[in-house]
T-cell receptor
Framework: EAQVTQNPRYLITVTGKKLTVTCSQNMNHEYMSWYRQDPGLGLRQIYYSMNVEVTDKGDVPEGYKVSRKEKRNFPLILESPSPNQTSLYFC?????????????FGPGTRLTVT | GIQVEQSPPDLILQEGANSTLRCNFSDSVNNLQWFHQNPWGQLINLFYIPSGTKQNGRLSATTVATERYSLLYISSSQTTDSGVYFCAVVSTSGTYKYIFGTGTRLKVLA
C-alpha cells in the first residue's frame, strides 16, 4: 500500500531531551516536507526537501533540523525541545516539489513537551 | 507571499443538506488541493484541482484559476463528513512552498 508513515504517533517528553520523529514514504517521491499544526495558526511548513541531499527552510524552521540521506526517509530532529514545540506534526511527500503533483500526508505525530 | 482565505470558518448542517466551501487565493497557483481533516486528526486527500472541475461521489470541486478561487461542494451531507476542510496552494512565484488556508470547520448533525 502506497503510504507515508510517521513514528512515533504520540510522544510526551521533557524540555531539552533530544528527539527524532521519523518519516518514510514508499512511493519513490522526490519531494518531502514537514508541517506543524497549531490551533488558530493552521498548518505551517517547517522544512522541505526537493530531493536527496537538498533541504530548505519553510516558514517556521527555528528549533528543528532535518536530513535527507535517502529518498524514502526524512527525519525531523528536535535537538533541545521546548514547550512551544508542543504541536501536531505531519510529514508529507509528493512526486515533485515543483507544485504540479498532489501531496500525500502521514498520519501525524502528536508531541507534548513539558 | 500568497494569502489563502477560506469561508465560512464554521458551518453546521443537518444530515442530508448540501453545502459550498470557498477558497480564495491572492496570487496565481499551479497546485491546489482540498483536504479533509477527520476528528482523529488525519488529513485525507479529496482533490488535486489546480483548474477545472472534478467529482468524486457526493463531493465535487471547481477551481477558476483566472479568478483565484476554488469551491468544494458537499451534497447530501453525512455525519462522517464532519471535520475541518482545508485548501492548500503552491504559488507560481517559484518558492515551492505549500500554503494552507485557515480551514472550514464542518459539523453535520444527525
Amino acid at each position: 500500500e502506497a503510504q507515508v508513515t510517521q513514528n512515533p504517533r504520540y510522544l510526551i517528553t521533557v524540555t531539552g531531551k533530544k528527539l527524532t520523529v521519523t518519516c518514510s514514504q514508499n512511493m519513490n517521491h522526490e519531494y518531502m516536507s514537514w508541517y506543524r499544526q497549531d490551533p488558530g495558526l493552521g498548518l505551517r511548513q517547517i522544512y522541505y526537501s526537493m530531493n536527496v541531499e537538498v533541504t530548505d527552510k519553510g516558514d517556521v524552521p527555528e528549533g528543528y533540523k532535518v536530513s535527507r540521506k535517502e529518498k524514502r526517509n526524512f527525519p525531523l530532529i528536535l535537538e533541545s525541545p521546548s514547550p512551544n514545540q508542543t504541536s501536531l506534526y505531519f510529514c508529507a511527500s509528493s512526486l515533485s516539489g515543483l507544485g504540479d503533483y498532489e501531496q500525500y500526508f502521514g498520519p501525524g505525530t502528536r508531541l507534548t513537551v513539558t | 507571499g500568497i494569502q489563502v482565505e477560506q469561508s465560512p470558518p464554521d458551518l453546521i448542517l443537518q444530515e442530508g443538506a448540501n453545502s459550498t466551501l470557498r477558497c480564495n487565493f491572492s496570487d496565481s497557483v499551479n497546485n491546489l488541493q482540498w483536504f479533509h481533516q477527520n476528528p482523529w486528526g488525519q488529513l485525507i486527500n479529496l482533490f488535486y484541482i489546480p483548474s477545472g472541475t472534478k467529482q468524486n461521489g457526493r463531493l465535487s470541486a471547481t477551481t477558476v484559476a483566472t479568478e483565484r478561487y476554488s469551491l468544494l461542494y458537499i451534497s447530501s451531507s453525512q455525519t462522517t463528513d464532519s471535520g475541518v476542510y482545508f485548501c492548500a496552494v503552491v504559488s507560481t512565484s517559484g518558492t515551492y512552498k505549500y500554503i494552507f488556508g485557515t480551514g472550514t470547520r464542518l459539523k453535520v448533525l444527525a
